[in-house]
């Protein structure tokens, strides 16, 4: 058993653990000194523990306070430090875990000194689990939680033969110990003892193994843990993201006042499972459907863009990233847009989790990829036919015009702060723009669409608007959008599982769903939450229905 391993799972809710941080701050030695004689080869792992400190720390950590991360990390089989350490954290009488209360101030005080971890983190357990991990639960891991960025590291430590439950933990305060453990190859990252985890759904069951999607509640930030737990709740339903994009002719589609749509689709790519083989996608997000019926896929778990050229529908083709998630200009980590430049013949690309705009070429010989905007935490892209790039910012809630070459850009949307006022936006994800310059935003949080006209200093409500829900008149995590020749706007209308179309200007402020409305399934006429909404140059609906590991086509009648 390892730390990323070791587990048991909770029966019975746990009183939290206070009064540590009363504690005066000492010394490695000091903090468990009533531990040296009942611990076995504690003094000298202590040591040991030092000599691997570097100092000065890069994150102003003293160097006892990097030497009880150093000692939580050292293996010793069942004599372990960080296993005698956990034992003591599941006890039902706290008044065990007082005598470590020198020692979790220390720790706890170096932890919140390193980075947070923001981003998808593994943790694995031998046995299924997966009774004790339904939709929608609130669960607290009352030990350290050793994860990994890499879920090869941790399924490297179970047996090939057993049942595995495999944690995929969607992050917001993690830290990561690079450059205070003994193994930093693999990339561990800790959750602190007391972590509220809400349950998305159990993504995966296949033969031994089993995949749980959790998110982390953030307790410990500015908010209160009301307002952890919203945002929790919001993630729940979406994740990233998809966007209509335009290239230098744009993505403006002619379809027919009277159009209908066939109820079951077909799938066009993927729909072999979860997975990185060629006919497998890892919760596609955004898509662009060029003029030739290509279609190109932000294969955000996958850390890569497929493209499916018309007739292909069994395998596609890796054409950006694809070389494991990193940083390098030849990776990409977790894209969630992409859209088609023409005039360059190249990909731009939302490469969220490195905060980066990035261009891919389309050459079979060009292998990496260049920055166009970095730190930005993008999620959705647009292009107009004057090649201005449209970028969303969920982290600064407003979005921007970028002259290609430009790092700044120009205001277009929000920018006021995040709010549900005209002014303002509560994370933008997806993006249109539309032939008179207007802007419209999938308004994630506030469940609606706006439309900002040139130049304007607040918007329009477009669609939703009515707070979350299942009503005509409402949505619930809107995600792609597209705009017709005539001014109508489709909507994935992501947690309902729906696709909705919405006339602009009339009387009635309320949509009328197209496809999808038969609850979430993986059926040819059911969506588990489409994410990516775009339309070819005849007309046919194509959907990437995320959880489903699908993109969807929809006949037009």
Not at 261 to 272: C, D, E, F, L, R
Request: hydrophobic share 35%; proline share 3%; net charge negative.
């Amino acid at each position: 058993m390892n730390r990323f391993t070791e587990f048991e799972l909770e029966t019975h809710e746990l009183k939290p653990i206070a009064g540590y941080w009363t504690y005066e701050l000492v010394s490695l030695e000091e903090s468990l000194k009533d531990f040296l004689s009942k611990i076995n080869e504690l003094k000298p792992t202590i040591k040991e523990a030092k000599k691997r400190c570097t100092q000065p720390s890069p994150h102003n950590l003293t160097r006892d306070e990097s030497a009880a991360l150093f000692l939580y990390t050292m293996e010793a089989g069942d004599h372990s430090f960080y296993r005698l350490l956990n034992q003591v954290l599941r006890k039902e009488n706290r008044n065990e875990v007082i005598p470590w209360f020198s020692y979790l101030k220390l720790f706890n005080t170096a932890l919140r000194k390193l980075p947070k971890q923001k981003g998808i983190i593994w943790r694995a357990v031998a046995g299924n689990v997966t009774s004790g991990y339904t939709a929608n639960k609130i669960v607290t891991w009352w030990t350290v939680s050793s994860c990994s960025t890499s879920a090869d590291v941790v399924k490297a430590f179970l047996k090939p033969d057993q049942e595995v439950t495999l944690f995929m933990i969607e992050a917001v305060a993690g830290r990561n110990l690079a450059g205070y453990t003994m193994y930093p190859d693999e990339h561990e990252v800790i959750l602190e003892f007391g972590t509220k985890l809400l349950v998305k759904n159990i993504e995966f069951q296949h033969g031994n193994l089993r995949l749980v999607h959790l998110i982390e509640i953030n307790d410990n930030d500015d908010n209160n843990s009301q307002q952890g737990l919203t945002a929790a709740m919001a993630s729940v339903h979406v994740t990233p993201k998809s966007t209509k994009p335009s290239n230098n002719k744009p993505t403006h589609r002619n379809i027919p006042a009277d159009a209908k749509w066939k109820q079951n689709g077909v799938t066009i790519a993927g729909g072999y499972g979860m997975g990185d083989a060629t006919n497998q996608l890892f919760y596609p997000k955004g898509l662009f459907v060029d003029d030739d019926q290509t279609v190109v896929i932000a294969d955000w778990g996958n850390h890569r863009i497929m493209q499916w050229k018309n007739g292909d529908t069994t395998n596609g083709q890796v054409v950006a990233g694809g070389n494991d998630e990193g940083n390098g200009l030849h990776q990409l980590d977790r894209p969630t847009d992409v859209l088609i430049d023409k005039e360059t013949d190249s990909l731009i690309i939302c490469d969220r989790d490195n905060q980066r705009v990035v261009r891919w070429s389309r050459r079979s010989d060009i292998t990496q990829g260049e920055i166009l905007i970095d730190n930005i935490q993008c999620w959705g892209l647009a292009m107009d036919e004057q090649r201005y790039l449209y970028v969303s910012d969920t982290e600064k809630d407003d979005v921007r015009r970028y002259q290609l070459g430009e790092k700044n850009g120009t205001f277009i949307a929000g920018g006021n702060g995040q709010g549900d006022g005209l002014n303002q936006l509560n994370v933008p994800t997806y993006l249109f723009v539309d032939r008179d310059h207007s802007v419209y935003v999938s308004d994630n949080e506030n469940h609606r669409v706006m439309k900002w006209t040139k130049g304007a200093k607040e918007g329009i409500v477009v669609a939703g608007g009515q707070g979350e829900g299942y009503d005509l008149t409402q949505l619930y995590c809107p995600s792609g959008i597209f705009v017709d020749t005539l001014g109508r706007l489709y909507v994935a209308d992501q947690v309902n599982h729906r696709v909705m179309r919405w006339t602009q200007g009339g009387k009635k402020k309320q949509g009328t769903v197209i496809v999808g409305e038969n609850g979430e399934g993986a059926r040819a006429n059911q969506f588990s939450n489409p994410y990516g909404l775009s339309f070819d140059r005849h007309g046919n609906l194509y959907i990437a229905d995320c959880y489903n590991n699908r993109v969807q086509q929809f006949s037009i009648e």
